[in-house]
């Protein structure tokens, strides 16, 4: 799994979202696309039903993260059939492979390129099924924003290039498409970049599509975020950018025709239901990090939607952030950063109190005082701090920001002073090691060898001690966070790295013309494979792990 808070991995995602975020919507390729790659009206399907008159789909989202969770959702989708149990265990639905598979954006982890698809995408989905028999399984593709932080180049490549990707077909010329399916049911994925907005060429390829639609016909609609969820935990009162793209798309293109709105980008189970029987399904459990159900909080949308499903369930979402408090466990890394930045406050504020114990505090306090007076870089290194992780803060932490904010940031710089103190403490009244220089040499044989040891000392305690201590302070303010102010989610979640709780859609379209969805659930994947020795029709592994559970149905099939 991505490592999001290794210290070279927070430098990288900083500036690829510095840069996608000032050149993304300065160079988008979506425009280029339009004029250079011709695309078909549509793509049908509404013929291709099988011999029982059904047509079958799958949808997955956020995939191409670590090895383990993105191959055990591939292989799932890749066998021909699959057994569903509900949860009460006693009705077991056998569900085929989709005819078509969707990926509804966000196809890997953290950014795109060439190299990072090939290896966190294609190669897990090639081990699940390398090749296809007729009539071979068809992949259509949404991009997200991590697809986008090389301006779709590699997504372009990969594809919108007719090329073969896992024993299945891609069509589409473009990183939009259309699907016209049996019994007046559209498929519809749209590409709404980094938050941007939809482009003119995409809503008039759209307008087009609306125009071969009957007053009768019915919309699934694939977006790569669900602004749903984002627009009910904002604290504005107006709908966001990308909701409202979404609204004019619904009102003004699509004439109100969508059932079944799609998303991911939250990498977890959410369904909720409008009076009308119009569902918002957030999937996004395709391979990524686990997302918590119970932050961004959205028991209720905007239009009156309620939650009916979510999985895992809130109660387990709050347990596991719980596991924030041993943080240190899950990015042992992020250490790093919190060790050297206490070893930098403390040289900053540098005084000689190794002798001083913890009788003595006011004495500390008044010589690291007198330090910081006449250090005035020292208390710029305090502002830095305070002011850096306040400006970190999560918005939605709302009208309690910039207090948690600076409660985070004193918190740190109260550790740094007592790790600091104690690890000179320990140097010079334990270790023995000569607190100064003594004229006359009576207490040290070797002085200047004696300060630098003690100074290599103090230091290394003081890097051991922030090591250590920076990240349960982390920690724990991103537990408070998600669990009593449903803010850092995505902070607090993806320092975990679980790769657990997965799920994808299996649709059918029936031959009486209703939509039925299965919503497939997979609670531990396996940590341990075994070769199958099979060929390239068949997953290349199967599980080894005795803990990893099978798939089930999350909640009963959702008939439209």
């Known amino acids: 799994m991505v490592r999001w808070l290794h210290p070279t991995q927070v430098l990288r995602t900083g500036l690829d979202a510095v840069v996608a975020t000032v050149f993304g919507a300065r160079a988008d390729h979506r425009l280029i696309e339009a004029v250079v790659r011709p695309q078909a009206p549509y793509f049908d399907y509404s013929e291709e039903a099988g011999a029982d008159g059904d047509l079958w789909l799958d949808y997955v989202s956020d995939i191409g993260d670590g090895w383990d969770s993105t191959y055990a959702v591939a292989r799932l989708l890749a066998l021909p059939e699959l057994k569903l149990p509900e949860e009460d265990g006693k009705t077991v639905h056998t569900t085929p492979r989709g005819r078509v598979l969707v990926f509804g954006g966000d196809e890997v982890y953290p950014g795109a390129s060439r190299e990072t698809y090939e290896e966190r995408t294609v190669q897990p989905y090639e081990a699940a099924m390398r090749r296809s028999q007729a009539p071979h399984p068809d992949l259509f593709v949404i991009p997200g924003n991590h697809d ?100 004019y798309l619904e009102e003004k293109v699509l004439g109100r025709r969508i059932c079944v709105f799609l998303a991911g980008d939250l990498h977890h189970y959410r369904r909720h239901e409008d009076d009308t029987g119009q569902h918002r399904i957030t999937a996004g459990g395709g391979g990524a990090f686990m997302h918590p159900t119970h932050a ?85 290194l305090g502002l830095v701090t305070v002011g850096g992780l306040t400006g970190l803060a999560d918005a939605a932490l709302g009208r309690w920001r910039a207090l948690l904010g600076v409660l985070h940031g004193a918190a740190h710089i109260a550790a740094a002073f007592f790790v600091a103190w104690g690890g000179t403490y320990l140097t010079v009244s334990k270790l023995g090691i000569c607190p100064t220089l003594m004229p006359d040499g009576a207490h040290c044989v070797d002085g200047w060898a004696h300060l630098a040891g003690k100074f290599l000392f103090s230091c290394g305690f003081t890097f051991v001690g922030g090591f250590l201590v920076g990240p349960f302070i982390t920690g724990l303010y991103l537990w408070v966070c998600v669990n009593f102010f449903g803010a850092h989610s995505n902070e607090a979640f993806g320092s975990l790295a679980l790769p657990d709780w997965k799920n994808f859609l299996r649709m059918r379209i029936g031959k009486d013309g209703a939509l039925t969805i299965y919503p497939v659930g997979l609670e531990r994947v396996p940590r341990r494979w075994k070769p199958t020795g099979a060929g390239p029709l068949a997953p290349a592994f199967d599980p080894d792990d005795p803990k990893a559970t099978e798939p089930f149905l999350i909640e009963p099939p959702i008939r439209i």
């Open 148 to 247: 986008w932080y090389d301006g779709l180049s590699a997504f372009m490549r990969l594809f919108c290039a007719q090329r073969w990707v896992a024993g299945r077909r891609t069509r589409q010329s473009r990183s939009y498409f259309a699907l016209k399916l049996p019994h007046d049911w559209w498929l519809i994925g749209t590409d709404v970049q980094l938050n941007s907005d939809i482009d003119v060429p995409q809503v008039e390829y759209f307008r087009n599509v609306a125009e071969q639609m009957g007053p009768k016909d019915r919309v699934i609609l694939c977006n790569a975020e669900p602004a749903w969820i984002l627009a009910a935990a904002s604290r504005r009162n107006k709908g966001s950018y990308l909701e409202n793209n979404l609204e």
């Open 296 to 380: 961004p909080a959205a028991p209720v949308l905007r239009d009156g939607s309620t939650l009916r499903k979510s999985f895992p369930d809130e109660a387990t979402s709050r347990k596991l952030a719980l596991k924030n408090l041993w943080l240190i466990r899950y990015s042992p890394l992020f250490g790093l950063i919190t060790g050297l930045w206490y070893l930098l406050l403390a040289l900053a504020a540098y005084a000689e109190v190794g002798g001083l114990g913890l009788a003595q505090l006011p004495e500390v306090l008044t010589a690291v005082g007198n330090s910081m007076v006449n250090r005035p870089w020292t208390l710029i």
